[in-house]
């Protein structure tokens, strides 16, 4: 940086200033530049336990994506008979709306005053659409090869994955997209079951596992968080148990991968932070803190 003699440091003395013609360069700074610097002040300081909780979310999300493509293969195999999965669906569903109320002693359906008659009417209007359009899903993609349809599947529940709602404020959440992209997989792998019923029941259970599901384990994190964990160790055993009925290095390579989320990369994750070096000073932006809305009127 430039730097002007001493005569001319003692008789004028340099102000961080714009508005004054000074005689210095415009790249100098005096040795009080480095006083106001400031290291980490923003940092957050994690807790083990308190990641690993929050880690439940990814875990239960990637347990339903193995559990619905389990629950396909076996109706694709004929292992499991369509009216068994929908009679086991509606009352995991009855008892899952019975339980969404009971969390919060029905707060929450207060506030939005939504009735019981008017969830009702949903159900049932989702479930004659679906019905009646389940030969349609079925046909829809006959032209289509199958390995096509496995390759879309496939993205489309990484999608599902990398845009689903975790918590946290990014540009790149969207519930909406996340939702619609686990649909459509769901679409095409009904499309490649044997009949139109089983397409009917498959995006049934794709509405209940990847929609209602999410819905109720927030309420669940949010009001009864030793509930949430119960809930979390039962959902990734019936996965991996699930999965070691197709393939055993499959659940086993399943396993690990639900133990790095839930307990490595929350340590590697608080390992990290001690190498974190943020550092501000007068080059960073400048913040209006004050209240500005009264000139906004």
């Known amino acids: 940086m430039g730097s002007p003699s001493a005569g001319?440091?003692?008789?004028?003395?340099?102000?961080?200033?714009?508005?004054?013609?000074?005689?210095?360069p415009d790249n100098y700074v005096d040795h009080r530049f480095l006083e106001e610097l400031r290291k980490n002040i923003y940092v957050r300081h994690y807790q083990y336990w308190a990641v690993v909780?929050?880690?439940?979310?990814?875990?239960?999300?990637?347990?339903?994506?193995?559990?619905?493509?389990?629950?396909?293969?076996?109706?694709?195999?004929?292992?499991?008979?369509?009216?068994?999965?929908?009679?086991?669906?509606?009352l995991a569903s009855l008892i899952g709306y019975i339980l969404f109320d009971a969390v919060d002693l029905g707060a929450?359906?207060?506030m939005s005053r939504r009735t019981r008659w008017a969830d009702l009417k949903s159900a049932l209007v989702f479930l004659a659409f679906t019905y009646g359009f389940s030969p349609v899903l079925k046909t829809l993609t006959e032209s289509i090869s199958t390995d096509t349809i496995y390759a879309m599947s496939v993205l489309m529940l990484l999608g599902h994955l990398i845009f689903f709602d975790y918590g946290a404020t990014a540009a790149i959440v969207s519930s909406t997209l996340s939702l619609n992209m686990a649909i459509f997989a769901s679409v095409c792998l009904a499309s490649r079951l044997p009949r139109s019923l089983h397409a009917f029941v498959m995006v049934t259970f794709a509405i209940q596992i990847f929609a209602l599901w999410?819905?109720?384990?927030?309420?669940?994190?949010?009001?009864?968080?030793?509930?949430?964990?119960?809930?979390?160790?039962?959902?990734?055993l019936s996965a991996t148990v699930g999965l070691l009925t197709i393939s055993g290095i499959g659940a086993l390579l399943f396993a690990l991968l639900l133990f790095s989320i839930s307990f490595f990369c929350p340590y590697y994750l608080i390992h990290?932070?001690?190498?974190?070096?943020?550092?501000?000073?007068?080059w960073d932006e400048a913040e209006i803190k004050e209240d500005l809305s009264r000139f906004l009127m």
């Open 53 to 90: 909780f929050e880690s439940g979310v990814l875990i239960q999300q990637l347990c339903s994506v193995c559990i619905f493509v389990i629950i396909w293969w076996y109706m694709d195999e004929a292992l499991l008979t369509p009216q068994w999965l929908f009679a086991v669906t509606f």
């Open 272 to 282: 990290l932070q001690l190498f974190k070096d943020n550092i501000h000073g007068p």
């Open 8 to 24: 001319t440091d003692t008789e004028c003395r340099w102000r961080k200033v714009l508005y004054e013609r000074q005689p210095f």
């Open 214 to 236: 999410p819905t109720l384990q927030k309420k669940l994190k949010a009001q009864t968080p030793h509930c949430y964990v119960v809930v979390t160790l039962l959902f990734a």
């Open 108 to 110: 929450g359906r207060r």
